[in-house]
């Protein structure tokens, strides 16, 4: 099998066929990562470029490493040091890298369907990274791969994301990535976090963390900015941590088996008490880990990999 | 593209010129004429003598006139008016002149447009204006000026309004922003009443709409785009409303995009409050499902709204709360538009598709009648703005549009007269075409 599209834009409209598909063949390179030659000859001889435009650490490094186990060429390019700065359009940039004859671009960028631009005006393959608040597909199937990892099965499974899901693209891959494989998924945020008409997307909406808490399985933190206090939507930090920590009294309310995941970076003591985010039931390292190995898989399966990794 | 029949103009009547010693320059016969004013919707002729309509009437007798029209089977209408356009002169003559915006114009049937004055410089002093009809002159149809309402638009001090109508706007206006400042809308509205000039608002609080790049609902929750919420107009929609009660002014609410918004103008109709409101074609055509391919051609301001607010419009269209079609014409760059969703300027341009949306979207799917919809962008906009034009009537400017009700065409924006080409209709499918645009008796354009 096959992926049907050549780019990864997004986890919206894609089908639990292709998500397992890519799933299963992140469970391989898993494997092939926990071996003491961690790199394969698969993407030998194809460039890949990595378009920054906003700061990463995690994601950036972890689409490098993926790379550069899967034998890729790679170039690294961020907003910083490129003609951008000299009032260069982004399409003249991607075009001119794209001239010096690349196969693939990962791209990151604030604005929401910067990728899909990309398609439009270029050949290659493209990965998305994270664009504005609309989806980071990688982080998505990340999740869904270390809760898969934990449950063996994402179906019927509860699972509450916490924080602003206004500006999240991760809240945004998670539900569409979740709700395709059979989750029960929840939201819960301060009202002015919650974007209009959220419901409509099939998830339940809580601004009461308390109710929201109880029976889940998967509990997922979002990271808070100190933008959204300045942009007048929180009052304060010290309010959201009081009314939506994710702290250990709160974990009373769910499963016994219950697991704590975030994309990071870690506000700690703000959206999470370091002794949950280090608890047993953290899983926020897996997730970092299992990055890689989904990262390969969707690397392989776009540049024309079928289900099995020779 | 064209399925009908080109318009058959033959040649000059020379000798009858010589036998008789009254005839006309420009007979146009056998159409169906509609005079939305008059309410007439019948076959008749018109007659034009130096650039003014002489007679209308069926006539059995023969026909004398330097130039003759045969317009059977086609539509015959007084010259459209948009009272709304961005012609960009001074300041962007890269995306639109004067010239070239009145070549997009009579392309598109309009004989007058309102040129708005976010121009750089605007037009706040009677210079600019000057300016504006001195290029005017080279222009393919009428030019009206609007003017700015306050000083280089910064919604503080007011323009000197009296020299602006002494240079000849038609109307005043912020457009493309709001006036903030709700004491200077309020000493606006009660200065320009002396002059009985039409005040021009662009609703939208500019807190509210903040970053906003498209209509905040669903789509932009998906899309994790930041919202224009429609309370943004809404609330100054409200607050304008208030303001002309109070100061017994007119006020003419720009692009009504928004359920809420004509909601609250037809319950102020009904209080008898002066004011009036226009709606775009891409309004009551496009929702903001289109933005789901981020195409930057449908980014404008206000933004697309939801299939309910689309079938709001459209009941007000067909109720009268609103008054006239205009197309909020707004030329952009190639290279401007060809960005980042976030970082493409608002706007479309609108000349040349206006009328086959109205009749596509509104007279064949039975929302209008064809005199209704002709109203709003004819005898409407000319009473709101006190201009001698909209009219199929004697002794008024033969400015007149000739359309093929049945022709279907494919919208090209590479083929637009306009020097624009930031439209979302491309490859749309529409009925209604210009056969004819004629101003002050001469014709401007053929299709």
């Known amino acids: 099998m096959k992926l049907k599209s050549k780019h990864l834009l997004g986890l919206e409209g894609m089908s639990r066929k292709e998500i397992n598909l890519i799933l299963d063949t992140a469970e391989t390179f898993k494997e092939i990562l926990s071996r003491p030659i961690r790199v394969v000859p698969t993407l030998r001889g194809v460039t890949v470029v990595n378009l920054f435009y906003e700061p990463s650490t995690r994601t950036r490094i972890s689409f490098e490493l993926a790379e550069k186990r899967l034998s890729a060429e790679v170039v690294n390019f961020s907003a910083a040091i490129s003609s951008s700065r000299k009032g260069e359009t982004l399409k003249d940039t991607v075009r001119n890298i794209e001239a010096m004859k690349t196969d693939m671009v990962v791209v990151r960028h604030q604005a929401s369907g910067v990728p899909y631009f990309l398609t439009q005006c270029l050949d290659s393959s493209i990965i998305n990274a994270g664009d504005g608040a609309h989806e980071h597909p990688t982080q998505g199937l990340l999740d869904l791969f270390t809760i898969r990892e934990k449950y063996k099965n994402v179906k019927g499974l509860k699972v509450v994301i916490v924080g602003d899901i206004k500006y999240s693209r991760v809240a945004r891959s998670d539900m569409w990535g979740l709700s395709i494989m059979g989750a029960d998924v929840s939201l819960c945020g301060p009202s002015t976090l919650l974007p209009v008409e959220i419901d409509k997307m099939g998830v339940k909406v809580y601004s009461d963390l308390n109710k929201a808490l109880v029976g889940a399985d998967v509990v997922i933190v979002l990271r808070i900015q100190l933008e959204r206090q300045k942009g007048g939507l929180l009052p304060s930090l010290r309010e959201y941590t009081n009314k939506f920590g994710i702290t250990k009294d709160r974990l009373k309310r769910l499963n016994e088996n219950f697991t704590i995941m975030h994309p990071g970076p870690i506000n700690r003591g703000v959206e999470i008490t370091p002794e949950v985010a280090d608890g047993p039931h953290s899983v926020i390292l897996d997730q970092v880990t299992n990055g890689v190995a989904i990262r390969m898989a969707v690397l392989y399966l776009l540049s024309g990999g079928e289900g099995k990794v020779e | ?447």
């Open chain 2, 1 to 447: 593209m064209n399925n009908s029949e080109k318009l058959k103009i033959p040649s000059p009547a020379g000798e009858e010129k010589k036998k008789s010693g009254s005839y006309f320059d420009l007979a146009i016969i056998g159409g169906r004429v509609i005079d939305p004013e008059t309410k007439m919707d019948r076959m008749a002729d018109i007659f034009i003598r130096d650039g003014v309509i002489i007679k209308v009437e069926k006539t059995k007798d023969k026909i004398k006139a330097r130039k003759t029209i045969d317009a059977k089977g086609k539509i015959v209408v007084p010259g459209l008016i948009d009272m709304h356009t961005h012609l960009r002169e001074p300041g962007r003559e890269d995306e639109e002149t004067i010239y070239t915006g009145s070549c997009a114009a009579v392309a598109g049937g309009f004989t007058s447009i309102c040129c708005m004055p976010n121009t750089q410089p605007p037009i706040d002093n009677q210079e600019t204006v000057k300016f504006v009809y001195q290029k005017a002159k080279d222009a393919k149809c009428k030019i009206y000026c609007v003017g700015c309402i306050t000083k280089g638009q910064k919604g503080e001090e007011l323009t000197e309004i009296y020299d602006l109508v002494r240079a000849g706007v038609v109307a005043i206006s912020d457009d493309g922003l709001s006036i903030a400042n709700s004491q200077v809308l309020r000493n606006a509205l009660e200065y320009s009443r002396m002059f009985d000039l039409p005040v021009i608002s662009h609703c939208e609080d500019l807190n509210l709409s903040a970053c906003g790049v498209m209509h905040e609902g669903f789509v932009s929750t998906t899309l994790g785009m930041c919202g224009i919420p429609s309370i943004a107009e809404e609330t100054i929609v409200a607050r304008d409303i208030k303001l002309a009660e109070f100061t017994k002014a007119r006020i003419h609410i720009a692009h009504v995009s928004t359920e809420g918004s004509v909601d609250l103008i037809r319950q102020a109709k009904k209080r008898g409050i002066k004011v009036t409101c226009e709606a775009t074609p891409h309004h009551f055509t496009l929702t903001d499902q289109i933005i789901r391919t981020f195409d930057t051609n449908a980014k404008v301001n206000p933004p697309l709204r939801t299939k309910r607010d689309v079938e709001a419009i459209k009941r007000e269209l067909s109720d009268g709360t609103i008054d006239c079609i205009a197309t909020d014409h707004a030329p952009h760059s190639i290279e401007e538009k060809e960005v980042e969703f976030d970082a493409a300027p608002f706007g479309m341009v609108g000349l040349e598709t206006a009328l086959g949306l109205v009749v596509t979207e509104l007279i064949n799917k039975k929302v209008l009648s064809w005199a209704q919809a002709i109203a709003k962008m004819t005898v409407n906009p000319a009473r709101i703005l006190n201009l001698k034009a909209g009219r199929i009537k004697k002794n008024f400017p033969a400015d007149i549009t000739i359309i093929d009700p049945k022709a279907s065409w494919i919208a090209d924006p590479t083929k637009f007269q306009s020097k624009s080409k930031n439209s979302p209709f491309g490859g749309r499918k529409l009925r209604g075409k210009v056969c004819c645009t004629i101003v002050d008796g001469k014709v401007v354009y053929e299709g």
